[in-house]
Structure formats: structure tokens, C-alpha cells
Nanobody, 124 residues
Framework: QVQLVESGGGLVQAGGSLRLSCAVS????????MTWFRQAPGKEREFVTG????????FSADSVKGRFTISRDNAKNTVYLQMSSLKPEDTAVYYC?????????????????WGQGTEVTVSS
């Protein structure tokens, strides 16, 4: 049974930074393409950024390019999301998700495993 556990969320002022972590257990993280999604109140879950199994290929939504960076440490079975220059519109619950296919898929229903989410609130 694969489990994903996010951490690192919190309250931050606009312009600040946070680093989220997603710990993978049950199988080695290198087995999965990993993606961060987010869901703001009253909105649908949306793609934020994804990383291939090896970490060589990364993809990001236009809204976070240049501000958010995804990375992974397969030795630690952990995926990270470094968020900088945060804006109030980044406020959401952030979820990490895993899929076996090693290519980007933008839709949440394509993912096999999900974490419970970590809340990020950006104050203006």
C-alpha cells in the first residue's frame, strides 16, 4: 500500500516562501511520476507542477512558473515543492499525487495515489 504524506504548509505573507514535502512510503518513490495539485475554496483541483521518475523532466503551470520549483530525492523517497514570491491567489490545500506512467497527466483522475493535503494560506 502506497502512502503519501504532505507537510510544510502554513500561513505566510505575500512575497514569502514555503517548502512543502511529500514523503512516499510503501514503494520507492522512483517508481512514480509525482505531481503537486492544489485546490482553493470553491474551486476545482488544479495541476501545479510535476516531475518525472528520474527528476530529469519537470513541468509547471503558467501561474507558478518562475516562482515554484519541484524536486525529488529518491534516496529519501521525498518530493519537494519550493514556493517563492507567494501571492494570495496561491492560497489552497496542496496535494501530492503519484502515478505509475512516467509522463505528465494534468487531470487528477489519472493519478493512482494521493496524500491528505497540506494547507497553504498567503495573506496580503
Amino acid at each position: 500500500q502506497v502512502q503519501l504524506v504532505e507537510s510544510g504548509g502554513g500561513l505566510v505573507q505575500a512575497g514569502g516562501s514555503l517548502r512543502l514535502s511529500c514523503a512516499v512510503s510503501g514503494r520507492t518513490s522512483s517508481t512514480y511520476f509525482m505531481t503537486w495539485f492544489r485546490q482553493a475554496p470553491g474551486k476545482e483541483r488544479e495541476f501545479v507542477t510535476g516531475i518525472s521518475r528520474s527528476g530529469e523532466n519537470k513541468f509547471s503551470a503558467d501561474s507558478v512558473k518562475g516562482r515554484f520549483t519541484i524536486s525529488r530525492d529518491n534516496a529519501k523517497n521525498t518530493v519537494y515543492l519550493q514556493m517563492s514570491s507567494l501571492k494570495p491567489e496561491d492560497t489552497a490545500v496542496y496535494y501530492c499525487a503519484a502515478q505509475s506512467a512516467d509522463y505528465l497527466q494534468l487531470y487528477p483522475e489519472s493519478y493512482d495515489y494521493w496524500g491528505q493535503g497540506t494547507e497553504v494560506t498567503v495573506s496580503s
